[in-house]
């Protein structure tokens, strides 16, 4: 439940940390966008996706970020004290759970796009995938929305029904994916499913902050924090490590263009520890 009043540190800390992963998702996605060049085109569709999914995150964060400076304002001289609610203004999380529905799908396109599987097995993956990460976002929502924790635990128990599928699939399926891969980038690959597991893992935690004694707005500053935190690392870090696994596939897949990207002395040494694996 969004407080009535906020305190100068936490208004502050919000504000910045919104500031944060605004210019964290928009300058990953200008990035990613300039680096497609530096990548063979088989591997651009997950560049690119992983450049919409940041620009995606960066605009509804601009919209989070103008929805919490019109939801709360101050009258102290200065505008150095605490921060209350405007009379018919109010934080809109559904923001948050707008940008999820898009990149949270996108995510694990970017994924399966990177590994460059066969075409038959990218649309098991996706068509397994894709809905029940949609399911997990749509069944959270309710239960953000809810002023309840029986509410809100019991959309929460529903979410985590998808949420254990998709691991599932992520760490179970996935796993036979990787003897088709260069060996350079197995454990790359292998540790962004982990990141994935890692970073997911902050949203539950910040989902039940209310249903385990912090409620008020140190629960909400504290939620606020952990989602933006989390939606750095999943989609900022995540689309950097898809874009090192582009790099060092491409650069198996094609000599030349290793010789092209890297030094002489750099291609000579990566194609020595691609023949040694």
Same mark, same amino acid.
């Given at each position: 439940?969004?407080?009535?009043?906020?305190?100068?540190?936490?208004?502050?800390?919000?504000?910045?940390?919104?500031?944060?992963?605004?210019?964290?998702?928009?300058?990953?996605?200008?990035?990613?966008?300039?680096?497609?060049?530096?990548?063979?085109?088989?591997?651009?569709?997950?560049?690119?996706?992983?450049?919409?999914?940041?620009?995606?995150?960066?605009?509804?964060?601009?919209?989070?970020?103008?929805?919490?400076?019109?939801?709360?304002?101050?009258?102290?001289?200065?505008?150095?004290?605490?921060?209350?609610?405007?009379?018919?203004?109010?934080?809109?999380?559904?923001?948050?759970?707008?940008?999820?529905?898009?990149?949270?799908?996108?995510?694990?396109?970017?994924?399966?796009?990177?590994?460059?599987?066969?075409?038959?097995?990218?649309?098991?993956?996706?068509?397994?995938?894709? *809905?029940? %990460?949609? =399911?997990?976002?749509?069944? +959270?929502?309710? #239960?953000?929305? !809810?002023?309840?924790? &029986?509410?809100? $635990?019991?959309?929460?128990?529903?979410?985590?029904?998808?949420?254990?599928?998709?691991?599932?699939?992520?760490?179970?399926?996935?796993?036979?994916?990787?003897?088709?891969?260069?060996?350079?980038?197995?454990?790359?690959?292998?540790?962004?499913?982990?990141?994935?597991?890692?970073?997911?893992?902050?949203? *539950?935690? %910040?989902? =039940?902050?209310?249903?385990? +004694?912090?409620? #008020?707005?140190? !629960?909400?500053?504290? &939620?606020?924090? $952990?989602?933006?935190?989390?939606?750095?690392?999943?989609?900022?870090?995540?689309?950097?490590?898809?874009?090192?696994?582009?790099?060092?596939?491409?650069?198996?897949?094609?000599?030349?263009?290793?010789?092209?990207?890297?030094?002489?002395?750099?291609?000579?040494?990566?194609?020595?520890?691609?023949?040694?694996?």
């Amino acid at each position: 439940m969004i407080p009535d009043s906020l305190t100068q540190i936490q208004y502050d800390t919000i504000y910045n940390v919104f500031s944060l992963v605004i210019a964290s998702q928009l300058f990953t996605s200008v990035f990613l966008v300039i680096c497609l060049p530096r990548v063979l085109p088989r591997y651009r569709q997950a560049m690119t996706v992983a450049a919409i999914v940041c620009g995606i995150a960066a605009y509804h964060y601009f919209r989070i970020f103008n929805s919490f400076t019109d939801a709360f304002v101050t009258d102290a001289v200065g505008g150095r004290g605490s921060y209350s609610q405007v009379a018919g203004a109010s934080f809109n999380e559904g923001y948050r759970y707008v940008d999820w529905l898009l990149t949270v799908p996108l995510l694990l396109l970017e994924l399966v796009a990177v590994l460059a599987l066969a075409r038959k097995v990218q649309s098991s993956l996706l068509t397994r995938l894709i *809905p029940a %990460a949609a =399911l997990m976002i749509a069944l +959270g929502y309710p #239960g953000e929305m !809810a002023s309840d924790n &029986l509410t809100r $635990g019991i959309f929460g128990l529903l979410s985590s029904i998808p949420f254990a599928y998709i691991l599932y699939v992520l760490f179970v399926e996935l796993t036979r994916s990787l003897e088709r891969q260069p060996a350079t980038v197995r454990k790359t690959i292998s540790l962004l499913r982990l990141l994935l597991l890692a970073t997911w893992g902050v949203y *539950p935690i %910040a989902y =039940l902050l209310p249903g385990i +004694g912090i409620d #008020g707005s140190d !629960a909400w500053v504290g &939620l606020q924090i $952990g989602y933006s935190v989390a939606d750095i690392l999943a989609k900022c870090l995540y689309g950097l490590i898809i874009y090192r696994i582009a790099r060092m596939k491409s650069f198996a897949d094609d000599q030349t263009f290793a010789n092209s990207e890297l030094s002489l002395e750099d291609a000579a040494s990566f194609k020595r520890s691609t023949t040694n694996s």
